[in-house]
Structure formats: C-alpha cells, structure tokens
C-alpha cells in the first residue's frame, strides 16, 4: 500500500513563491516517477511536472517552465515542487502523484488528498 500526503499550499501574492511537499508512506517510490497535476474551479485536472525516479530528469508544462522546480529527497520518500513567480492562474488544487514518467494523469495509479494553493492579484 502506498498513500502520499500533500502539505506547503496557502494563499500568496503573485509574483510570490511557494513550496509544497508529498511525503509517502507504506512502501519508498524511488522506482517510480513522480509527477504533479493541479485542477482549478471548474477545470480539468491538468499536468505540471514530473521527475524520473532517481531525480535526474524533469519535464514541465509549458506555461511554468522557468518557474517551477520538481525536486525529489528519496532518503525521506518526498518530492517537492517549488513555485516562483505565481500568478493567478496557477490557483488550483495541487496533488502528488506515483506511476510512469508521463505527463499523463492516466499512468499515474497512486495519489494523494491534494493542497491549495491560491494566488491572488
């Protein structure tokens, strides 16, 4: 069994930074990819990024490239993802997921709750 557990969304100014967290618990994952995928009100749920399972290759979105970091601590079994310049367009629930390196949330088999983050103007 796998579960993975969101922490770090909050509220913050554009332009502003934050970083959220996914801790896994019941088995490592250093095998697996790890991706991030966000849905905002109304909207589909869409792909941010991903890393490769020993962290050596990313992918992003493209409308966050540059701004966004994945990063991945295997000795504590958590990904992150640090978020730069925000813009208001980024609010949305952000989850953590584990599966293929794919930008696709379709090969992605464990998820977690997700966390908030909104952006303000």
């Known amino acids: 069994q796998v579960q993975l557990v969101e922490s770090g969304g909050g509220l913050v100014q554009a332009g502003g930074s934050l970083r959220v967290s996914c801790a896994a618990s019941?088995?490592?994952?250093?095998?697996?990819?790890m991706g991030w995928f966000r849905q905002a009100p109304g909207k589909e749920r869409e792909f941010v990024a991903v890393?490769?399972?020993?962290?050596?290759?990313?992918f992003y979105k493209d409308s966050v490239k540059g701004r966004f970091t994945i990063s991945r601590d295997n000795a504590k079994n958590t990904v992150y993802l640090q978020m730069n310049s925000l813009k208001p367009e980024d609010t949305a629930v952000y989850y953590c997921?584990?599966?293929?390196?794919?930008?696709?949330?379709?090969?992605?088999?464990?998820w977690g709750q997700g966390t908030q983050v909104t952006v303000s103007s």
């Open positions: 890393i490769t399972g020993a962290g050596s290759t990313t």
């Open positions: 019941g088995r490592t994952l250093g095998r697996r990819a």
């Open positions: 997921a584990a599966g293929r390196y794919s930008s696709s949330s379709s090969h992605y088999d464990y």
